[in-house]
């Protein structure tokens, strides 16, 4: 089976940085799309950040110059750098990937369980 799990979170003042990572595993053919999703309480889950394979990357307005998402190919991660935080960046940050496994011709997307980040004031 195929599963993602995402480390990083904690509790950071505003200004300070963090970095989370997310590893896929298992029997894994190829990873396609990887990005990163929030959701902060009572709110809708959104995309923070997005990277392919052909290193397009994309982030939401709301992150754009502090945020840098990565990923490493060869160790079926993807990085979040986030520097700069701000209290409204305080969320359950989720991992998710675009995964093809070695017993399928298809790609399933893969969801973390998620690692919070509080940002405090």
């Known amino acids: 089976q195929v599963q993602v799990e995402e480390s990083g979170g904690g509790l950071v003042q505003a200004g300070g940085s963090l970095r989370l990572s997310c590893a896929a595993s298992?029997?894994?053919?190829?990873?396609?799309?990887m990005g990163w999703y929030r959701q902060a309480p009572g709110k809708q889950r959104e995309l923070v950040a997005m990277?392919?394979?052909?290193?397009?990357?994309n982030y939401a307005d709301s992150v754009k110059g502090r945020f840098t998402i990565s990923r490493d190919n060869a160790k079926n991660t993807v990085y979040l750098q986030m520097n700069s935080l701000k209290p409204e960046d305080t969320a359950v940050y989720y991992c998710?990937?675009?995964?093809?496994?070695?017993?399928?011709?298809?790609?399933?997307?893969?969801w973390g369980q998620g690692t919070p980040v509080t940002v405090s004031s």
């Open positions: 998710n990937a675009n995964i093809r496994n070695s017993s399928a011709n298809y790609f399933n997307n893969y």
């Open positions: 298992g029997s894994i053919l190829s990873i396609g799309r």
């Open positions: 990277i392919l394979i052909g290193g397009y990357t």
